[in-house]
């Protein structure tokens, strides 16, 4: 992902305590972050040009909960993201010259929320975007090529929240219908449509899709909390679903379910902060998915948002349901639904 033209000019860092892979190489992580995407040539950068929105928003996420926003440059960051709204459909694209996605589009917000930028945009189109891609039954396509998902259910209530118009807007009560039709009953969980299997990361989207609606009491909170603990693997790691191996960004998934459910406590916090960090590169800084395998920015993200929310040290709080640092949430005064502690 290209951070080529947004990174500020360094005034050098800070200087990692010790090569220990037990403690957050947190400068390295900085450094990681600032230099991704540098060789526009490179082979990675142009296969990956169909992700580059949501890789913004993974590098600005990450570095805003480090407390080290202002390395990137606010302005060239935001000319970007209006370059990407459809004139058209106003949703927006990864890239200049792709089509329009309701992922990408969530991401576009989500940067210019953090960055109190939304006046730089078409609000009223992203609004229409989101809107026409509801269906009759309360799912959402992703784009105009009617791929249904519940991703798209929780980006849709993701992106009118952050807007402030979830009301007036779309059919509420229908898309909550759907999502619930997509609740497995043996497990509690949720598949990507109805009868599908459930699974971590998809659970995350239905969980925070009810949380964003205020709808929490449709979950059997227990059964899909003990579905959710039974993923942490004797590494400490958790996996999204039995049998596979443990992954890093399902430190995200899975940990921010269970915190928006009340039931974080339900796994051993400390095991999976030791395999958090054995999936830091102590030499390039970086997360990867599982200790010992290259480095990435999404699991960069994933694996300091996941050290945030078991409270590690010098990271500022993020919030379970939006996959933001918690300051911004409160600045715009939005109160995603959160259970007690059980």
Partial sequence: MDFTSFVKPSNGGGSTENGEANKLQFWKH??????????EDDYEYCMTEFLRMSGIYWGVTALDIMGQLDRLDRKSIIEFVK??????????APCEGHDPHMLYTLSAVQILCTYDALDAIDCDAVVRFIVGLQQPDGSFFGDKWGEVDTRFSFCAVATLTLLKRMDQSIDVEKAVKFVMSCCNQTDGGFGSKTGAESHA??????VGFLSLTQRLHLLDVDKLGWWLCERQLPSGGLNGRPEKLPDVCYSWWVLSSLTIMGRLHWISSEKLQQ?????QDTETGGFSDRTGNMP?????LFGIGGLSLLGHSGLKAINPTLCMPQYIIDRLNIKPQRLTLA
């Fill in 83 to 92: 370059r990407c709204q459809c004139p058209a459909s106003g949703g927006f």
């Fill in 296 to 300: 990435d920015i999404f699991h960069t």
């Fill in 275 to 279: 395999f958090i960090l054995s999936c």
């Fill in 30 to 39: 900085v450094e990681y972050i600032e230099n991704h995407g540098k060789q």
């Fill in 201 to 206: 990361g998809l659970i995350y989207c239905c």
